[in-house]
């Protein structure tokens, strides 16, 4: 016989639940809410993170234009036709003066029949910041002249330069930016109502309203969309207001835009349809509106929120195309493409490049736009 | 196989049909049409003569009947005799802004357009494939990351900007004129090599500006699927019973992620066209879209609804093609379920 085997007894008292205790990160990783998830996953993806701050900014100063533009959106300056941007300068003869820029001697030369714009160099004339300015109507509610920037007193500052009847070119991207940026969350909400009805439709009653819809859809996704967009917007008719055509507009924009949502919308809820959570609330008797509304919907809304946020640059890129074409917006109501329309011709862009300057904003918002949506696409299944 | 074509071609007839209902009632949505306007114009300047012409293009093209029964006469569907026939008979329709018939007026711009688009097509082929292989092969060095920063600016590049950025600096740099579709002094010119160059030539811009979007999203979904086939079971067991590694691509991932690649093209088609149109218009292409948005803006309504069916029926019978081609490669289609 040898010795007896060594046993081993832990002295420690024992505690059944030692295996089930998380350390704190686990626990609050466990006990976060579905939307605390998303959003902690979609901070990882910093170009989303990034454009989410600027479209955020972007959206907030919507309200606050006027403060911001130097300008009014209308103010002509019949000595400016054409002024390219005027520079920023910082030190004026070797001495640092602070933002200031020169003021424009205005000349034609008379070979080339061109006007010329020569800095007078001899003051520097410094830009103001926080001041009174060009007044303006808040809101339609309040008359202020409070301005974030204003040109120098006496002088002028056209840091984009100026169109063709002399309206400062930072001033008009700014007024545009509104609407520009409206037509595309107005134009996704239309789609998006379409898209989750119809998609929900044919997803939840199937049989003949699911087949009805689906040849809808996908012959509004054979069509190319800017001759059918043309063709509807040149059927507006002419003598409505401005306003009346920016709906028209954007409800152009909604109506050809739905079809895709709504696939989405119908293909998740036959998917979803089949899940025992599905079927549970089932046999406990939830009705079928409950199901839908209080199960379905809430687990693919932030899918649908994703592919909203990805086709949003579609609808501001077509705004874009159309008031370009002169089919969309009219003056004077102002966007980005409506800028963009004094931009078509060669001699414009040769002679007057700073006309192209709107294409920026858009390029920039529109680029913004997919990283925000990629971003969230990714985030929105924070349990995969 | 003929009975999957069958059924798809009825579907395409179908859709056809539902279409050219659509475009008709988009292009009379608009109060009174070309003639009634043309009619009062010329009445008040008193030229009589000219009203009454117009009044009888009027009658002729039964603009003064009700909707449904033009839209019958356009079709075809309901030839009236000694009026106009419509498109069933091979009678395209009348436009009455230039006073010629419609396949006059777009007979050129028709070829020019297939030819914009087919070019873009091969384009996008040929440079999307090797370069979305490319960057899924190697994906980490550094032209491959390139590439793929390139294609995502590509997607968010609105197609008829980047036409005016290249009008301005390829005029600023070399001088030279991107617009039209060939040189003005060869225009006139009967056909010859220097003509069929100066096409070429001028065909270069248009159509990387058309294709970049779609190249872009291309390259980006086509990488995706490859990314995803090249770590599967069987891409394995290819490498590991000792197939090089261009056949161990080639031979079994690649025909896989061709599959949804065909069935992209179909999608691609109606982005395609409509970028076409848009960049067209930028670049002063000699392409429908030009023609289609003057005979928009004077409610030119068989010229305009004519273009529209024209561009329509380009994607449905692409998408068609697209789908056949995706049957003929993919046993699983042709075969039914």
Redesign the interface.
Known sequence: MAGEIPHYVNPAPFDPAAGETMSAREERYYRASSLRLIWWKFRTHRLALLALVLLGTLYVTLPFVEVIAPYGLQSRHGDHIYAPPQRVHLFHDGDFVGPFVYAYRFEFDREKFQRRYVSDESTPQPLRFFCRGEPYRLWGLFDADFHLLCPPSGGTAFLLGTDRLGRDMLSRITYGARISLTVGLVGIAISFALGLTLGGLAGYLGGSVDYLVQ?VI??L????????W???S??L?AHWSPILVFFGITLILGLLDWPGLALAVRAKLLSLRAEDYVRAAELIGASRRRIIARHLIPNFMSHLIASATLSI?AMI?GE??LS??G?GLRPPVTSWGVL?NE??N?AA??LY?WL?VP?IP??AT??AF?FLGDGLRDAADPYS | MTRYFLRRFATMAV?LL??SV??FV??K???GDFLTMRIQELMAEGDSAAAAKADFLRRAYGLDLPGWQQYLSWIGLWPRAGAYSGLLQGNFGWSFEYDLPVIDVVGDALGATLIVNLAALVFIHLLAIPLAVFTAVRRRGIVAEAITFLA??G????S??LA??L??YL??WFGI?I?GLVDPDLADAPFSLEKLGSITVHLIVPIVVIALASTAAMIRRMKANLLDELHKPYAVTARAKGLGPTRALLKYPFRMVLNPFVADIG?M???L???S??VS??LSLPTVGPI??QA??MQDQYL?GF??LF??VL??VG?LIADLVLALIDPRIRFGK
Request: net charge positive.
């Open positions: 040849r996908e012959i996704r054979s069509l190319p969309e800017l001759p059918l043309l063709a509807l040149a059927a008719p640059p890129l874009t195309a370009f074409l089919l963009l931009a078509q060669l862009v040769t490049p192209l294409m858009v390029m529109v680029l997919n | 859709t539902a279409i659509l475009i988009v292009i949505l608009p109060p995502y600016l997607l968010a590049t609105p008829f900007l005016l950025i009008l301005f005029n600023r004129s617009g999608n088609l109606p982005g066209i409509s970028g149109v848009l218009l930028v289609l948005v928009l803006r305009a273009i529209l561009v329509a994607t449905v998408m």
